[in-house]
């Protein structure tokens, strides 16, 4: 296929063509704009692979026939944005608690409600972590060009099959719609679900085992009957009230994440080594933010970038050791300061925020204003 | 012949679920008594079947049987089931609601998936009631009828669910109670053999929730009650409309024969892989 050559591709078309690389076989979807142009790229080739699309009546039936297509051992897939990932919360939370692997994009827009629809936003950092309720663990990921809406894609699906449990591709409007001319890479590495190794006599789903290994999900119809729930379970997958049985069920979900920082975490720095000033910013703001470390550099500023290209877990660790050489944050978003949080909850170092929320990009000039306000 | 306490025991988890969470009179275990028989006789392998349930009082049925069982989200059954089999169409897909689950919260995926006439087999506990949060009045709760945010009685017109279904694009529509119950082995396996969406509506007593507050006597006598007024369709057809009272018919209502989703999903693959086929 002459598709690994140059193509000038917008993000949302190359998330579905880095899901279709990783072995995405069956999206469900409702239409939202700024994520539609993947529902529909993905009818159109899906049938061509041996895959299934399917338009269900709203995004909460969307969440949950991902989950059900993923029991079955095919992986799966949704897109959507704003309002429709509120309504997917429910679902999500479904598959954290019932460790499902599935990949759900929300490319957002400016809310809330209705909001903006065809503005872009980064409105639902928060909403990713935490919009679904009770504690439970999720990775979520950020994409800041059209390259790596089909890497990170590729890679979020890697880490739903590795982690056993839902990732989320946050992608905001620009980075959906931006076009882009890329190059794909010739090489990507597929994870795939892999094979029980015990028979279904000795097999326990949720089982903890030592080292933290995880249990492989086996798809429903294989010969290993057994039951999966949105209830506290135990190892068997069966609900439980018993205290101790509780209690491993929901530190395990939070802990697999936990003791996997390091493979999960994925960061880029820019001119970081020598910075007094660091800017962290992700999206496509992350790429002003370069922008701005390159106008300030050019002034003599000793200015640097941290991009989280995972968000959550939330790189607090690299925070924490940035802040031990930088005398300063300024934290750019899409948003009132969503990021901005994590950053003063991870080091007690000075942070400022550059706050948009009117629809458009977080420009360079605006950054290297509170850059050069900060006046040190 | 298959002796019921034999074929019922082999296909419980006896040793991790029980005892089981339903009142003493429920009719829902009837239910799954009949659900059980009625796999039986299809003649499916345990691992051939998928037991997809909601939340609620019948929910706990996928909990209790020895099939791969997925209990998911209130009223959101449906939906999840349609992934499973979309993703592996060999299997046999069935999807336990209660009234609540299937018609209210879940009712948008309900009418769906009649519309789209996926290959499921959709067994709806009709209690009338929401039993597992203590009596709430639900889409099936009778006008006049007492329930717990209903104390003045209900003043909402109910459902005819097999109607609604028929209405939406079922393939197969079939309504029994707890109190036929071997009628209602034939109309499942009947169900499950069909291609398409086919619902069977499982008329079931909550002696506990709904019963009581409705002064309808012990679970037998609910169970008369279904006797009483249960009419096959044909004799139910010929019933003047303005003489119908709290009548209602039983048997096999809707049969028809349709394409389903995946036959003409085959159809998209076709056009879509052109001539590389
Ligand atoms: C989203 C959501 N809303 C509400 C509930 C609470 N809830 C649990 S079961 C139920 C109603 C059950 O009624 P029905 O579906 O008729 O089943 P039954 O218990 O009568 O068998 C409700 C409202 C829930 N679990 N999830
Ligand atoms: S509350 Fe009603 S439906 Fe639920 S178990 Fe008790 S009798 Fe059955
Ligand atoms: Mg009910």
Same mark, same amino acid.
């Given at each position: 296929?002459?598709?690994?050559?140059?193509?000038?591709?917008?993000?949302?078309?190359?998330?579905?063509?880095?899901?279709?690389?990783?072995?995405?076989?069956?999206?469900?979807?409702?239409?939202?704009?700024?994520?539609?142009?993947?529902?529909?790229?993905?009818?159109?080739?899906?049938?061509?692979?041996?895959?299934?699309?399917?338009?269900?009546?709203?995004?909460?039936?969307?969440?949950?026939?991902?989950?059900?297509?993923?029991?079955?051992?095919?992986?799966?897939?949704?897109?959507?944005?704003?309002?429709?990932?509120?309504?997917?919360?429910?679902?999500?939370?479904?598959?954290?608690?019932?460790?499902?692997?599935?990949?759900?994009?929300?490319?957002?827009?400016?809310?809330? !409600?209705?909001?903006?629809?065809?503005?872009?936003?980064?409105?639902?950092?928060?909403?990713?972590?935490?919009?679904?309720?009770?504690?439970?663990?999720?990775?979520?990921?950020?994409?800041?060009?059209?390259?790596?809406?089909?890497?990170?894609?590729?890679?979020?699906?890697?880490?739903?099959?590795?982690?056993?449990?839902?990732?989320?591709?946050?992608?905001?409007?620009?980075?959906?719609?931006?076009?882009?001319?890329?190059?794909?890479?010739?090489?990507?590495?597929?994870?795939?679900?892999?094979?029980? !190794?015990?028979? #279904?006599?000795?097999?326990?789903?949720?089982?903890?085992?030592?080292?933290?290994?995880?249990?492989?999900?086996?798809?429903?119809?294989?010969?290993?009957?057994?039951?999966?729930?949105?209830?506290?379970?135990?190892?068997?997958?069966?609900?439980?009230?018993?205290?101790?049985?509780?209690?491993?069920?929901?530190?395990?979900?939070?802990?697999?994440?936990?003791?996997?920082?390091?493979?999960?975490?994925?960061?880029?720095?820019?001119?970081?080594?020598?910075?007094?000033?660091?800017?962290?910013?992700?999206?496509?703001?992350?790429? !002003?933010?370069?922008?701005?470390?390159?106008?300030?550099?050019?002034?003599?500023?000793?200015?640097?970038?941290?991009?989280?290209?995972?968000?959550? #877990?939330?790189?607090?660790?690299?925070?924490?050791?940035?802040?031990?050489?930088?005398?300063?944050?300024?934290?750019?978003?899409?948003?009132?300061?969503?990021?901005?949080?994590?950053?003063?909850?991870?080091?007690?170092?000075?942070?400022?925020?550059?706050?948009?929320?009117?629809?458009?990009?977080?420009?360079?000039?605006?950054?290297?204003?509170?850059?050069?306000?900060?006046?040190? | 012949?298959?002796?019921?306490?034999?074929?019922?025991?082999?296909?419980?988890?006896?040793?991790?679920?029980?005892?089981?969470?339903?009142?003493?009179?429920?009719?829902?275990?009837?239910?799954?008594?009949?659900?059980?028989?009625?796999?039986?006789?299809?003649?499916?392998?345990?691992?051939?079947?998928?037991?997809?349930?909601?939340?609620?009082?019948?929910?706990?049925?996928?909990?209790?049987?020895?099939?791969?069982?997925?209990?998911?989200?209130?009223?959101?059954?449906?939906?999840?089931?349609?992934?499973?089999?979309?993703?592996?169409?060999?299997?046999?897909?069935?999807?336990?609601?209660?009234?609540?689950?299937?018609?209210?919260?879940?009712?948008?995926?309900?009418?769906?998936?009649?519309?789209?006439?996926?290959?499921?087999?959709?067994?709806?506990?009709?209690?009338?009631?929401?039993?597992?949060?203590?009596?709430?009045?639900?889409?099936?709760?009778?006008?006049?009828?007492?329930?717990?945010?209903?104390?003045?009685?209900?003043?909402?017109?109910?459902?005819?669910?097999?109607?609604?279904?028929?209405?939406?694009?079922?393939?197969?529509?079939?309504?029994?109670?707890?109190?036929?119950?071997?009628?209602?082995?034939?109309?499942?396996?009947?169900?499950?053999?069909?291609?398409?969406?086919?619902?069977?509506?499982?008329?079931?007593?909550?002696?506990?929730?709904?019963?009581?507050?409705?002064?309808?006597?012990?679970?037998?006598?609910?169970?008369?009650?279904?006797?009483?007024?249960?009419?096959?369709?044909?004799?139910?057809?010929?019933?003047?409309?303005?003489?119908?009272?709290?009548?209602?018919?039983?048997?096999?209502?809707?049969?028809?024969?349709?394409?389903?989703?995946?036959?003409?999903?085959?159809?998209?693959?076709?056009?879509?892989?052109?001539?590389?086929?």
């Amino acid at each position: 296929m002459k598709r690994h050559k140059d193509l000038l591709l917008h993000g949302n078309e190359a998330c579905a063509m880095g899901a279709l690389a990783a072995g995405m076989r069956l999206f469900a979807g409702y239409p939202i704009t700024p994520s539609t142009e993947i529902a529909e790229f993905l009818s159109v080739e899906l049938p061509k692979v041996g895959g299934t699309f399917i338009q269900m009546e709203d995004e909460i039936s969307s969440m949950g026939a991902i989950i059900g297509a993923s029991l079955a051992g095919v992986k799966s897939m949704t897109a959507t944005s704003g309002p429709g990932f509120s309504l997917m919360q429910e679902n999500l939370g479904f598959a954290s608690m019932a460790e499902i692997p599935c990949v759900l994009v929300n490319v957002m827009r400016g809310g809330p !409600s209705t909001g903006m629809p065809t503005r872009p936003s980064q409105g639902d950092v928060m909403q990713s972590r935490w919009g679904t309720h009770g504690p439970h663990p999720i990775i979520v990921l950020s994409p800041q060009s059209v390259l790596e809406c089909y890497t990170l894609t590729i890679h979020a699906f890697n880490l739903a099959e590795k982690y056993r449990s839902p990732v989320i591709m946050l992608m905001d409007g620009i980075v959906g719609h931006m076009w882009e001319n890329v190059q794909l890479p010739e090489k990507i590495e597929v994870i795939d679900r892999p094979e029980p !190794s015990v028979p #279904p006599d000795w097999y326990n789903p949720y089982d903890n085992l030592p080292g933290g290994e995880i249990v492989p999900l086996v798809p429903f119809g294989e010969g290993y009957r057994y039951h999966v729930t949105g209830m506290v379970h135990d190892k068997s997958g069966f609900p439980t009230l018993v205290h101790e049985e509780v209690e491993q069920c929901l530190d395990k979900l939070i802990y697999k994440i936990k003791n996997n920082l390091h493979d999960i975490i994925r960061i880029e720095d820019y001119m970081l080594e020598d910075a007094d000033i660091c800017i962290v910013a992700h999206g496509s703001v992350a790429r !002003s933010a370069r922008e701005a470390v390159n106008i300030a550099r050019n002034e003599g500023l000793k200015v640097g970038l941290l991009r989280p290209i995972t968000l959550w #877990p939330f790189p607090r660790f690299h925070l924490e050791n940035i802040s031990k050489r930088v005398k300063m944050f300024v934290v750019p978003e899409m948003n009132y300061g969503q990021v901005y949080g994590e950053v003063l909850k991870s080091c007690p170092k000075r942070a400022v925020r550059v706050t948009r929320v009117d629809g458009e990009l977080v420009t360079p000039a605006q950054i290297m204003e509170k850059i050069e306000g900060a006046a040190l | 012949m298959i002796r019921t306490s034999e074929t019922m025991y082999k296909y419980l988890r006896p040793d991790k679920t029980f005892p089981h969470v339903w009142c003493p009179g429920c009719g829902i275990g009837i239910v799954m008594g009949a659900l059980v028989r009625a796999i039986e006789k299809t003649g499916f392998t345990k691992d051939e079947i998928v037991l997809v349930s909601g939340i609620g009082c019948s929910g706990r049925m996928s909990t209790y049987l020895d099939f791969n069982t997925l209990h998911t989200t209130h009223g959101r059954a449906l939906s999840f089931a349609t992934g499973i089999k979309l993703a592996n169409p060999e299997l046999n897909i069935i999807v336990v609601m209660g009234d609540g689950d299937a018609t209210a919260i879940g009712g948008n995926h309900l009418i769906h998936s009649c519309r789209r006439n996926i290959d499921l087999t959709a067994l709806i506990v009709n209690n009338n009631i929401y039993g597992m949060t203590g009596g709430q009045y639900s889409p099936t709760t009778p006008m006049e009828h007492k329930a717990s945010t209903a104390q003045y009685g209900s003043i909402e017109k109910p459902f005819d669910i097999c109607k609604l279904v028929e209405a939406c694009g079922a393939s197969f529509v079939a309504r029994s109670t707890t109190y036929h119950a071997k009628m209602l082995d034939a109309m499942l396996s009947r169900a499950i053999a069909k291609k398409g969406f086919s619902v069977v509506e499982a008329m079931s007593q909550c002696p506990v929730q709904y019963g009581r507050r409705n002064k309808k006597g012990s679970p037998v006598d609910m169970m008369m009650w279904y006797k009483d007024n249960s009419v096959s369709n044909p004799a139910f057809k010929k019933i003047p409309p303005g003489e119908v009272g709290e009548q209602f018919p039983v048997g096999i209502l809707v049969d028809i024969e349709q394409p389903d989703y995946l036959e003409r999903y085959s159809k998209i693959v076709k056009k879509a892989c052109g001539d590389k086929l």
